[in-house]
């Protein structure tokens, strides 16, 4: 899966509104591998097998990493892209990010209040902060300005209504959040606890096997974890569960033959 910055992610401002414009087309192969993801993602936010008669999705849905540049953003937009196009689903597409806010700099024209904006002003009302796309069925919602408290506005009571509010109140939209990455980013374990689902990318070749056990012994129970073995030659991974060496301390990069099981 590549990543080229240049023609990744367009955002153009046609008609006075913030829409997500053409990126390069993906390849075919490309294409149909996130349709399966999506199937994946889909199928476990929506399927309720044992009937319950108040089911709530797992539609909360966070991409994130173990390290840098890693292709996590690629993976958000490009899932939220799939998701909108099916007849009945509806997708906003969150920059989390508040380290590299990658999707709200390249927006057109420059949204100046968002995610970060809502949480820290009690006053503030959410839908004046996500925004339309092309897509009738697919809005965006930036991280909003720098704010030093971000990682307790994440923790806070207010961004736990909010998620309540994205689970309850919109159950045919799933929400995906581009989150930073989770080694040593304070920020992204608070927004975990407020997940249904993780996303994990992890980049071949430069990902540690020490680095994958160090992040799942902070991530909550109750979370569904998936994994994307990204930027290899032999196809990309993509399984629920991992399994690396006994010892923590492992220093081996991850590879194709070795990371997912």
């Known amino acids: 899966m590549k990543t080229q910055e240049n023609n990744v992610l367009r955002f153009s401002d046609p008609q006075n509104r913030i829409t997500l414009g053409k990126s390069a087309e993906l390849n075919g192969g490309v294409r149909e591998e996130f349709r399966a993801i999506k199937r994946h993602v889909l199928k476990n936010a929506f399927s309720n097998t044992r009937g319950d008669d108040f089911f709530e999705p797992l539609n909360r849905i966070m991409v994130t990493s173990i390290g840098d540049r890693a292709g996590k953003t690629f993976v958000a937009y490009n899932l939220a892209k799939s998701i909108a196009d099916e007849q009945e689903k509806n997708v906003l597409l969150v920059d989390a990010d508040v380290i590299n806010s990658t999707l709200s700099r390249i927006t057109e ?149 070795n990371p997912v099981a």
């Open 109 to 257: 024209p420059q949204a100046k209040e968002g995610l970060i904006d809502f949480l820290s002003d009690p006053e503030a009302n959410i839908s004046e902060r996500i925004h339309h796309t092309e897509r009738s069925n697919m809005r965006f919602m930036p991280t909003g300005r720098d704010h030093y408290l971000a990682n307790e506005l994440f923790a806070s009571q207010k961004m736990s209504s909010l998620m309540k509010e994205f689970s309850e109140r919109y159950q045919d939209r799933l929400v995906i959040f581009d989150a930073p990455s989770l080694l040593d980013v304070n920020e992204s374990v608070a927004l975990t606890s407020h997940m249904d689902q993780i996303i994990i990318i992890v980049e071949e070749g430069k990902t540690k096997e020490k680095d994958i056990k160090k992040v799942l012994s902070r991530l909550p129970s109750h979370v569904k974890i998936h994994f994307i073995l990204n930027k290899t030659l032999q196809g990309n991974g993509w399984r629920d569960n991992i399994h690396t060496a006994n010892s923590t301390d492992n220093d081996e990069s991850v590879h194709g033959s």
